[in-house]
């Protein structure tokens, strides 16, 4: 074979080796032709590029009205309040009042137990919320029975209620969860449910 010939196939069966040899290591790196330098891909390049926008796009809690959960509950409140507008007016100090009051300690607790430092004392919050939302729930209901309310108005509200419940229940586990991953701190300095599609 010729001169040239040899070259070729040595840089073929150069190629080669570093081919397998690559597969050695993680992926996205490989090693350059020179057989010394490492680097990274084209592809696995873009990648950090991606991530990085997402997490940009990402919104970061800052306090509790990033909350999803205490935006819904604040909902709830002006909704209870529109609603109970049309009640009559001896229910001034029954149901609406009652009514009014359960719709308010919904967001409120929220806030109050995201503005605790202990997880446990955030849960506890969480929990009166979740109360207050099925002590609302059957307010709604004896409302609907005294045709104060109509039937799609209460099933409205009834929805909004429950999806307000699940979340809470939701956020409490998650926060066990995170307790139980880190028992040694039970002091949060920051929402530790950043992560939640409710957070």
């Known amino acids: 074979m ?3 010939g040899w070259r070729r196939v040595e840089k073929q069966s150069t190629q080669e080796e ?4 690559n597969k050695k290591y993680n992926p996205g790196w490989h090693k350059a032709e020179d057989g010394e330098r490492f ?3 084209t592809q696995e390049n873009k990648r950090p590029h991606k991530a990085l926008a997402d997490d940009q796009n990402k919104k970061t809690i800052q306090n509790f009205r990033d909350l999803k959960v205490w935006q819904l509950g604040k ?3 002006v909704e209870a309040y529109k609603l109970t ?3 009559p007016s001896e229910e001034l100090y029954g149901l609406i009042s009652q009514m009014r009051r359960a719709a308010v300690s919904i967001p409120c607790n ?3 137990g995201h503005s605790r430092r202990a997880t446990r004392d955030y849960q506890r919050f969480l929990g009166i919320a979740a109360g207050s939302c099925a002590e609302l729930e059957t307010q709604v209901e004896v409302a609907l029975e005294l045709s104060y309310l109509k039937t799609t108005a209460c099933e409205n509200i009834m929805g909004k209620i429950d999806y307000e419940r699940c979340m ?3 956020l409490i586990s998650k926060l066990s969860e995170s307790a139980i991953r880190q028992p040694s701190s039970s002091i949060q300095n920051k929402e530790p449910s950043k992560n939640l599609s409710f957070g």
């Open 75 to 77: 909902e709830i409140v």
């Open 85 to 87: 507008q049309a009640f």
């Open 2 to 4: 010729t001169e040239g």
């Open 18 to 21: 570093l081919t397998v040899e």
């Open 39 to 41: 680097q990274k891909t």
């Open 168 to 170: 809470l229940r939701k």
């Open 110 to 112: 929220i806030s109050e």
